[in-house]
């Protein structure tokens, strides 16, 4: 499911922020921050408007600074959904969907949880805010994970995030973390104002609660 929320408060994309860098990776553009020589990764996946948003490479930065080496790819090839469009104009994004899903490039939570169902390409997992997981990519995950989901959010309201608890609490072989964040809404991680402290305060709650799931899991 996807809708207006996709595509509210859109980043300004800066290609050169962030305290990392970017380089070709397996062929993508990627931004890279941390040690390469750590031994423990985080692969982020970004939202729709892509590896560029600043709130994005920040908290790539953040994760960095605990001691992982930290990959943004660029998965769509420089062709992330514009930012710089009418604020809470989806019109465009039915068509952006379906020129980029077909290449199996599905984006941010759902691309994660693909992964999250063969435990010999990740330790762990983080859905943040999560687009078109179902109960049954829920049934079908094999590593511990953690889903973080807003209060407001038509594209994956409470209600079935407290499905994706259900289903992962009578799986108790799979460790697992359900959340909601009160007054919150969809992008709240990677799109909040900077300006508003309750905001960032919301924000960077879920930001710590991601990094001690990467720290308890990803060893």
């Known amino acids: 499911m996807s809708g207006p929320q996709c595509c509210s408060n859109p980043p300004t994309l800066n290609p050169s922020s962030g305290s990392g860098h970017v380089e070709k990776l397996a062929g993508l553009d990627s931004y890279l921050t941390g040690s390469p020589d750590s031994k423990l990764a985080i692969l982020l996946i970004a939202d729709i408007f892509g590896y560029e948003a600043p709130l994005l490479r920040k908290l790539a930065d953040k994760v960095a600074a605990a001691g992982f080496f930290?990959?943004?790819?660029?998965?769509?090839?420089g062709d992330a959904f514009p930012g710089d469009g009418p604020v809470g104009n989806s019109s465009a994004l039915p068509i952006w969907l379906k020129e980029h899903i077909p290449v199996c490039f599905c984006w941010g939570a759902k691309a994660v949880v693909e992964l999250a169902k063969h435990d010999d390409f990740l330790h762990a997992a983080v859905l943040c805010h999560p687009s078109f997981v179902t109960v049954d990519d829920c049934k079908a995950v094999?590593?511990?994970?953690?889903?973080?989901?807003?209060e407001i959010d038509p594209i994956s309201p409470p209600e079935v995030v407290k499905q994706f608890e259900e289903v992962l609490t009578a799986r108790p072989e799979i460790k697992s973390h359900v959340k909601i964040f009160p007054k919150v809404q969809h992008g709240w991680t990677v799109r909040y104002n900077a300006?508003?402290?309750?905001?960032?305060?919301?924000?960077?709650?879920?930001?710590?609660?991601?990094?001690?799931?990467?720290?308890?899991?990803?060893?």
Do not use: T
């Open 142 to 150: 094999k590593v511990p994970i953690s889903i973080l989901g807003a």
């Open 195 to 219: 300006e508003d402290e309750a905001a960032v305060k919301c924000a960077e709650e879920a930001h710590q609660d991601l990094l001690e799931w990467f720290v308890s899991h990803v060893k």
């Open 70 to 77: 930290v990959v943004v790819p660029d998965f769509f090839y």
